[in-house]
T-cell receptor, first 114, second 112 residues
Framework: DTGVSQDPRHKITKRGQNVTFRCDPI?????LYWYRQTLGQGPEFLTY????????KSRLLSDRFSAERPKGSFSTLEIQRTEQGDSAMYLC????????????FGSGTRLTVV | SQQGEEDPQALSIQEGENATMNCSYK?????LQWYRQNSGRGLVHLIL?????REKHSGRLRVTLDTSKKSSSLLITASRAADTASYFC????????????FGAGTQVVVTP
């Protein structure tokens, strides 16, 4: 297990299309987080899971955004009807709650909506 | 809105010099963490300091925490060109344990 994997690394899509990103966390970690980052800004929290339970999704930017984590393993983030304003880096991270050792981030998925 | 704010926004130094950046936050924390991000990449965890700690060291990194002022500082000693990156503080607040909120970051450039 070499860390958190995100796929794809880059995605270019036309406005109005749906996109789905995948995140494979570190297998021993029980928490998984999604963040969005735009140029020059820090990561903005979107949602997170503890095992398969989604603990908070109020920060998802609109009802076009949804995330799942079936069986508490990998997670997907879907954006429906993409808009140009959705262009950003989408970051996934995982951690083990209670360990107090910080997050492990993936390399991110860079989304460009044209 | 972001919980933490870093200062300065950008810092340019020469190799061998020390780099200091500060982070201020708004609400009570369980811990505060610092991360590094190289351009276009994910974030790398550097160091975590708990709310009952005042100072912590890791290699060339020194972090301080003043909970009365709701502030933290990150010092990188004897900087190297490879330290060029953006540095973010992140807070684990008492009302959302385990969920980090990030500041906007300090962009550090170290020139040879």
């Amino acid at each position: 297990d070499t860390g958190v994997s995100q796929d794809p690394r880059h995605k270019i899509t036309k406005r109005g299309q749906n996109v789905t990103f995948r995140c494979d966390p570190i297998s021993e970690h029980n928490r998984l987080y999604w963040y969005r980052q735009t140029l020059g800004q820090g990561p903005e929290f979107l949602t997170y899971f503890q095992n398969e339970a989604q603990l908070e999704k109020s920060r998802l930017l609109s009802d076009r955004f949804s995330a799942e984590r079936p069986k508490g393993s990998f997670s997907t983030l879907e954006i429906q009807r993409t808009e140009q304003g959705d262009s950003a880096m989408y970051l996934c991270a995982s951690s083990f709650l209670g360990q107090g050792s910080g997050y492990t981030f993936g390399s991110g998925t860079r989304l460009t909506v044209v | 809105s972001q919980q933490g704010e870093e200062d300065p926004q950008a810092l340019s130094i020469q190799e061998g010099e020390n780099a200091t950046m500060n982070c201020s936050y708004k609400t009570s924390i369980n811990n505060l963490q610092w991360y590094r991000q190289n351009s276009g990449r994910g974030l790398v965890h550097l160091i975590l300091i708990r709310s009952n700690e005042r100072e912590k060291h890791s290699g060339r990194l020194r972090v301080t925490l003043d909970t009365s002022k709701k502030s933290s500082s990150l010092l990188i000693t004897a900087s190297r060109a490879a330290d060029t990156a953006s540095y973010f503080c992140a807070t684990d607040t008492t009302d959302s344990w385990g969920k980090l909120q990030f500041g906007a970051g300090t962009q550090v450039v170290v020139t040879p």
